[in-house]
């Protein structure tokens, strides 16, 4: 999977946001201080809009401000927002059907995929915001993808059994080591 430029234009902006003591800014500004082009940021304002991140103010005080609390919204919320559902391969994810690749029962490679997709989510989902603006972040990883000679590869059936289930799965603090259960 790519962040792309207007994700990472758009987590430029936000960041403007979460730092704005009043919590509007106009995009022309947010554009001009983050060197993106004021089209583009309007096209990311009408996203992060949409995605309802941010509320776009009319008027000679108008702008952005944030309409959620920056502790609350994750970096795969924003990455959704801008560039649609993240994907590391088509095989791991589900087809247009709902189901599973057709040959992921017998493709060895299908597990791989599978856990980088659920790593990445993951990942993505462990840090907000608010903690990458203060430099907080802390991201964790599951430890079954941290541990060489750990449980092995995961099937993408039992990633989603496991995550239908809401079962607690373990992570690793990246920072420290530490294991840290969900």
């Not at 790519?2 to 554009?31: E, F, H, N, Q, W």
Request: aromatic share 4%; net charge neutral; with cysteine.
């Amino acid at each position: 999977m790519d962040i792309s430029r207007k994700t990472d234009y758009a987590l430029r902006m936000l960041t403007d946001l979460v730092r704005t003591p009043s919590g509007v800014i106009s995009v022309r500004s947010a554009a001009d201080g983050n060197g993106v082009p004021y089209s583009f940021a309007r096209s990311i304002q009408h996203d992060l809009s949409r995605a309802g991140i941010i509320e776009s103010l009319r008027g000679s005080r108008g702008g952005m401000r944030l309409m959620v609390d920056p502790a609350s919204v994750t970096l795969l919320q924003v990455v959704e927002a801008v560039q649609g559902p993240s994907s590391v391969s088509a095989c791991a994810t589900s087809g247009p059907d709902g189901g599973v690749c057709p040959r992921a029962a017998s493709c060895c490679y299908n597990p791989i995929w599978a856990g980088a997709q659920e790593l990445l989510g993951s990942y993505l989902s462990s840090v907000t915001l608010a903690q990458v603006v203060a430099g907080e972040a802390r991201p964790v990883v599951e430890e079954r993808f941290t541990r060489p000679g750990g449980s092995g590869c995961v099937s993408s059936v039992a990633l989603r059994d496991a995550r239908a289930q809401g079962a607690p799965l373990p992570t690793i603090d990246l920072e420290t080591a530490d294991v840290v259960r969900v």
